[in-house]
């Protein structure tokens, strides 16, 4: 479980004074926008990246960032995760920024081939097709999660 969720909850900033500074580095070749979320757990722009450009933050170990592609928000990856919770700063140590590293989301060959289809076919159209796809795979292209970038067909 990370600082700032419990369970399975949307991750979302809570009071702190554990001081983190983090400078986000855009390694993509896409232009990133950078959110930080808040104590309600909302999304707050903070600003947006060109490729290899980079922004410094003072921040708190309990605040978490989100990374998204500005173009299609796709989401992207700092330190393998979609959510990134800063490290508290050591007071023994001068106060510096801790570079961090914006990547691309790897997406499994399986999760790639559902977003094409799912951007071919409406829901009528797949639970035609069930004669030729494996039952559970329609089932997950029937009931996708439509936060899921590539996954906006209506559902039926």
Request: charged fraction near 20%; hydrophobic fraction near 35%; proline fraction near 7%.
């Amino acid at each position: 479980m990370s600082i700032g969720t419990s369970g399975g909850e949307q991750p979302r900033s809570i009071q702190s004074e554990l001081f983190s500074f983090v400078r986000f580095i855009n390694r993509t070749q896409q232009t990133v926008d950078l959110f930080w979320i808040n104590y309600a757990g909302d999304r707050e722009k903070y600003t947006t990246l060109q490729p290899g450009c980079q922004f410094g933050v003072d921040t708190f170990a309990t605040h978490p960032w989100i990374f998204r592609d500005a173009i299609s928000g796709k989401p992207l990856r700092v330190e393998g995760q979609e959510v990134f919770y800063p490290q508290p700063w050591d007071p023994g140590h001068s106060r510096q920024w801790k570079d961090v590293f914006i990547d691309l989301s790897v997406y499994s060959l399986k999760d790639i081939c559902k977003q094409v289809v799912s951007s071919h076919y409406t829901s009528e159209q797949l639970k035609k097709l069930s004669p030729v796809i494996p039952s559970d795979l329609l089932l997950e292209l029937l009931h996708r999660d439509p936060s899921v970038p590539g996954y906006t067909v209506s559902q039926s």
